[in-house]
């Protein structure tokens, strides 16, 4: 079993920087590709950007030139950077492993 515990969300302004971190329990967290995903309100859980073993990126049309994600073996985390923040990109935002755990997510607002 994996445990994942997100940090960073809050309530930002349009052109605003937010950072989300992750922290995962597995040991063999190198191994596994890492994501962020997020749902607005009446919407479906969208991917926002995912990082490889070998940390190789992709991310969504959306975000691209404005998130960016990260991650730290040693450490066990992935972050996500996210610049000049969109009343749009309001969201839960979700940390995922290996396409299987999912953490409780963080609540990211971009509003005046």
């Known amino acids: 079993q994996v445990q994942l515990v997100e940090s960073g969300g809050g309530l930002v302004q349009p052109g605003g920087s937010l950072r989300l971190s992750c922290a995962a329990s597995?040991?063999?967290?190198?191994?596994?590709?890492m994501g962020w995903y997020r749902q607005a309100p009446g919407k479906e859980r969208e991917l926002v950007a995912r990082?490889?073993?070998?940390?190789?990126?992709n991310y969504a049309e959306s975000v691209k030139g404005r998130f960016t994600i990260s991650r730290d073996n040693a450490l066990k985390t992935v972050t996500l950077q996210m610049n000049s923040l969109k009343p749009e990109d309001t969201a839960v935002y979700y940390c995922?492993?290996?396409?299987?755990?999912w953490g409780q997510g963080t609540q990211v607002t971009v509003s005046s």
């Open positions: 995922n492993a290996a396409g299987v755990y």
């Open positions: 597995a040991s063999i967290f190198s191994r596994y590709a």
């Open positions: 990082i490889t073993s070998y940390s190789t990126t």
